[in-house]
T-cell receptor
Framework: KAGVTQTPRYLIKTRGQQVTLSCSPI?????VSWYQQTPGQGLQFLFE???????NKGNFPGRFSGRQFSNSRSEMNVSTLELGDSALYLC????????????FGQGTRLTVV | AQKVTQAQTEISVVEKEDVTLDCVYE???????LFWYKQPPSGELVFLIR??????QNEISGRYSWNFQKSTSSFNFTITASQVVDSAVYFC????????????FGTGTRLTVIP
């Protein structure tokens, strides 16, 4: 059974650009959550999607957005990139919404220059 | 508000030593879930254990054991006979209430096991 797949693994973007990250959950999993990991702020929850609907959102500006497709794959988008957006973005897959164990991908390392 | 505190930033032990990673949490919810995750250098977070607030039974899985004490709001993790492969960053995390799926993470403890 394939795990959580995040693409791309590494990305370098320039300030002001936008970026789209992709996450394919484990087959059969319907909940996808996104997290940002930085040395300064640690691991922070961005948002959660279940059945193509955003269930929960963390405390991030509107430049951060996401969506989920009917096959449960999810994308997150960051517009008008800032240097502080440089981070490891992790996607987590869960069978259903609510308190189930989450399986994480290897992340996308975004560097904004 | 909720908070997860891992006071130990870095720990180094010699192989085969036992090591305990501390986790203290704060939440006003009566229903909550506690987790431990391992993050090896490759980056992904590896699920180790989940415990709900109504189950204070300690758990042992091989060389790993967890001690959950509601009286002290602690959920500590012990590795017995540590191995070099245990070197990683370990995160304690909390989910509030029922129906939620967002993890609140502690700042992590970097464990280095020296051969």
């Amino acid at each position: 059974k394939a795990g959580v797949t995040q693409t791309p693994r590494y990305l370098i973007k320039t300030r002001g650009q936008q970026v789209t990250l992709s996450c394919s959950p484990i087959s059969g999993h319907r909940s996808v959550s996104w997290y940002q990991q930085t040395p300064g702020q640690g691991l922070q929850f961005l948002f959660e999607y279940f059945s193509e609907t955003q269930r929960n959102k963390g405390n991030f500006p509107g430049r951060f957005s996401g969506r989920q497709f009917s096959n449960s794959r999810s994308e997150m988008n960051v517009s008008t990139l800032e240097l502080g957006d440089s981070a490891l973005y992790l996607c987590a897959s869960s069978l259903n919404a609510g308190n189930t164990e989450a399986f994480f991908g290897q992340g996308t390392r975004l560097t904004v220059v | 508000a909720q908070k997860v505190t891992q006071a130990q930033t870095e720990i180094s032990v010699v192989e085969k030593e036992d090591v305990t990673l501390d986790c203290v949490y704060e939440t006003r919810d009566t229903t909550y879930y506690l987790f431990w995750y391992k993050q090896p250098p490759s980056g992904e977070l590896v699920f180790l254990i989940r415990r709900n607030s109504f189950d204070e039974q300690n758990e042992i899985s091989g060389r790993y054991s967890w001690n959950f004490q509601k009286s002290t709001s602690s959920f500590n993790f012990t590795i017995t006979a540590s191995q070099v492969v245990d070197s990683a960053v370990y995160f304690c995390a909390l989910i509030r209430g029922a129906g939620a799926n967002n993890l609140f993470f502690g700042t992590g403890t970097r464990l280095t096991v020296i051969p």
